[in-house]
């Protein structure tokens, strides 16, 4: 197999996303500022769910082991 080209955008430190206040003003965004706000706490609450699940199949497997 041959060698992947590295991406020049591979080399740029990465953007730390905006932060959420849960509760501060909105009353200043526009519609598309709004959007991305919602898409990202769409975001967040997957990867919360994800989180979850794992500890809970962490927790199940535990379980299951110690039955025996």
């Not at 898409?39 to 699940?53: F, G, Q, V």
């Not at 927790?59 to 110690?66: D, G, H, I, P, Q």
């Amino acid at each position: 197999m041959g060698a992947k080209a590295m991406d020049l955008g591979d080399l740029e430190p990465r953007k730390k996303a905006a932060n959420i206040v849960l509760g501060e003003d909105i009353s200043t965004l526009g519609a598309n500022e709004l959007e991305a706000r919602i898409a990202r706490l769409d975001e967040e609450s997957a990867r919360c769910r994800k989180a979850i699940a794992a500890r809970l199949a962490t927790r199940s497997a535990a379980e299951n082991f110690f039955k025996r």
